[in-house]
């Protein structure tokens, strides 16, 4: 008699619950994503490599957010200025002769000081009035960026240098995008991590009701501003890789719109889920650019013709990040993340799918 094998999924403890991998199949295949994104500069050129740059420093920052909003449930407006601080504060350290390598961490913990000084008046806020806080935090932080010269430049911005590992300089595309995938891997499973841990359920347990968690004993001052500090250590890091990886850092970088590309990714990718926050930033990233290829087709045509497009598709790339944001609020409140659970459970199931 040949034995059954169980159809569904299966928790039999906590630790089962709380495990990393549920299956060795997802292990599998997250062993495999990073094997393929660690073999791209093998057959992938400049621009594509350019694009996973982008997607995995963007990432870092938009999964510290996500623990911000996500988990925690506190709004932020100003999460590209913290991005900012970071990126200025790497910049600093090389200057006065610190490691690039070394200097990126301590980016980190330079935005999660900042970040704290914004978050222990914050953490007494909520709703609308925390959302205006950190929209105050972000134009103070601009007027600081724009005025503070010793740090930043000033308007001028200010340049630094490539990371450099025993001779080697990661100044190319093919050599950072392993200086990226490094740190999206480390930032990633510590995140992981952390929402496994005592602080981490606390953090949820804020966000779901904030008074039962008190009830509970949780010090909701404490965790508030603690998610802040972990946000802003995010965003400081993302901003690092993104200084070192231009090698030119600009005041006019950081603005309230990218603030909002922020939010948008967290959002398209699911809030309050750690893969989701680098499936959300992939899909904005990579959005722009299909608008563009789609204009790039459409040039000439009768439809570009009808309505005269001409010069405006880097308005229809904007109007693509805004209606994106309206369609997934409406179509798929919960994100990518979400959708992608349907679809592995659907398979999972089989034939018992409903």
Known sequence: MTALTPAGDFRESYRADTTLFPTRNSLAACLLGIALVAASP??????WLNLLINIGFLGIAALGLNILVGFTGQISIGHAA????GAFASALFVKHGVPVLAA???AGFVTTAVGMVFGLPAARLKGLYLAIATLAAQFILEDFFARARWFTGGVAGTITEPPELLGLRFDSNETYLYVVLFWVVVMYVAAANLMRSRDGRALVAVRDHYLSAEMMGINLTKYRTLSFGISSFYAGVGGGLYAHYLLF???????????IQFLAMVI???????SGSLMGTAFMV????VVQWGGDLLAGSPIDRALNLGGGIAYLREMAIGAAIILFLIFEPDGLAHRWQLVKAYWKL???SH
Request: proline residues 8%; without cysteine.
């Open 104 to 106: 990126i961490p301590l």
């Open 350 to 352: 089989y034939p018992f």
């Open 42 to 47: 093998l057959v992938l050129d400049r621009y």
């Open 82 to 85: 913290f991005f900012g601080v």
């Open 249 to 259: 850092v600009s005041v006019e970088a950081f603005t309230i719109l990218f603030s």
């Open 268 to 274: 398209i990718g699911g809030l309050g889920s750690v």
């Open 286 to 289: 990579l959005l722009p650019e």
